[in-house]
């Protein structure tokens, strides 16, 4: 579920997460995972979340395109 970027940023900072880690997608704001890095990585859990889908078949899908844009 989509958040404005203060409730993100406050809930990240709650749960342990870093900042760099609220990331924007065309609906609202969400917290990436902690194991995806790159900037592509999180687009792509952003964009995947955006669409409605679920927490781990989206952190797959970001965690597959992180992995790919390190090489």
Do not use: W
Not at 49 to 69: I, M, W
């Amino acid at each position: 579920m989509p958040e404005t970027k203060k409730h993100a940023k406050a809930r990240a900072k709650i749960l342990g997460f870093s900042q760099s880690s609220v990331i924007k997608s065309d609906s609202g704001y969400f917290i990436v995972p902690k194991g995806i890095t790159t900037s592509a990585g999180k687009k792509a859990y952003a964009d995947c979340r955006a669409k409605g889908k679920d927490k781990v078949t989206c952190a797959k899908t970001a965690h597959s395109v992180n992995k790919k844009a390190k090489k």
